[in-house]
C-alpha cells in the first residue's frame, strides 16, 4: 500500500519558516518526480514546486520563488519543502504527490499518482 505522510506543517507569524517533509512507503521514491500543491480555503489545488527523480531540475509557481526550496533524499524515501518569508497568503493545506511522469509535467498540471493527505499551514499578519 503506497502512502505519502506529510508532516511539518503549523501556524508560524509572517516572514517566518517551516520546512515540510513527504515520507513515503510503499513505493520507491526514486523513480517519481515529487511536487508540493497547495489549497486555500475557498479555492482550487494550485502547484507549488517540483523536482525532478533526480534532483537535476526543480520548478516553482511564480509567488514562491526565491522564498520556497523544495529537495529529496531518495535513501530516505523522503521530499522536503523549506519555506522562508513565509506570507499571510501562503495560508493553505500543502499536499505533496508523487508522479511516474517528470516535474516539467507536473508543474504544467500533469498526471499525478499518489497524494499525500496534506498538512495545514497557517501565516499569521
Known amino acids: 500500500q503506497v502512502q505519502l505522510v506529510e508532516s511539518g506543517g503549523g501556524l508560524v507569524q509572517a516572514g517566518g519558516s517551516l520546512r515540510l517533509s513527504c515520507a513515503a512507503s510503499?513505493?520507491?521514491?526514486?523513480?517519481?518526480?515529487m511536487g508540493w500543491f497547495r489549497q486555500a480555503p475557498g479555492k482550487e489545488r494550485e502547484f507549488v514546486a517540483a523536482?525532478?527523480?533526480?534532483?537535476?531540475?526543480?520548478y516553482y509557481e511564480d509567488s514562491v520563488k526565491g522564498r520556497f526550496t523544495i529537495s529529496r533524499d531518495n535513501a530516505k524515501n523522503t521530499a522536503y519543502l523549506q519555506m522562508n518569508s513565509l506570507k499571510p497568503e501562503d495560508t493553505a493545506v500543502y499536499y505533496c504527490?508523487?508522479?511516474?511522469?517528470?516535474?516539467?509535467?507536473?508543474?504544467?498540471?500533469?498526471?499525478?499518482?499518489?497524494w499525500g493527505q496534506g498538512t495545514q499551514v497557517t501565516v499569521s499578519s
Open positions: 504527490a508523487a508522479s511516474g511522469t517528470t516535474a516539467t509535467r507536473i508543474s504544467l498540471g500533469g498526471p499525478v499518482d499518489y
Open positions: 510503499g513505493l520507491t521514491l526514486s523513480r517519481y518526480a
Open positions: 523536482i525532478s527523480w533526480n534532483s537535476g531540475s526543480t
